[in-house]
């Protein structure tokens, strides 16, 4: 059964940074296709960046967070890390870390194409 587990979420100043984790339990190897997705409140879930599961896995962002974010993926560790940078308080959203078995999708940062979920963490902006 997969499994997903974030941590690094909490409290930042605009102009501040943030570093998220994700770490992925019950999967055999390292070819699936994994994303961070964000929902702020009244808005839709939207996808920030994510990374597919081919080599070392190619990066795709949303235009909202290019720039600014950046993921990395450990296909040792089965970990996703994105690094948060020039936040403000747009950025303030519940973020969840997203898993499919596929390598690759035709969407990377289209949430419903995954399957599985963390439960979400909370990241707050101030300004």
């Known amino acids: 059964q997969v499994q997903l587990s974030e941590s690094g979420g909490g409290s930042v100043q605009a102009g501040g940074s943030r570093r998220l984790s994700c770490s992925v339990s019950g999967v055999s190897d390292s070819r699936f296709s994994m994303a961070w997705c964000r929902k702020a409140p009244g808005k839709e879930r939207a996808g920030g960046a994510a990374?597919?599961?081919?080599?070392?896995?190619?990066?795709y962002y949303a235009d909202s967070v290019k720039g600014r974010f950046t993921i990395s993926r450990d296909n040792v560790k089965h970990t996703l890390t994105m690094e948060m940078n020039s936040l403000t308080p747009e950025d303030s959203a519940l973020y969840y870390c997203?898993?499919?078995?596929?390598?690759?999708?035709?969407?990377?940062?289209?949430?419903?194409?995954?399957?599985?979920w963390g439960q979400g963490i909370q990241v707050t902006v101030s300004s």
């Open positions: 997203a898993q499919d078995s596929a390598y690759w999708l035709v969407d990377p940062l289209s949430g419903a194409l995954y399957r599985h």
């Open positions: 990374a597919d599961g081919v080599g070392a896995g190619r990066t």
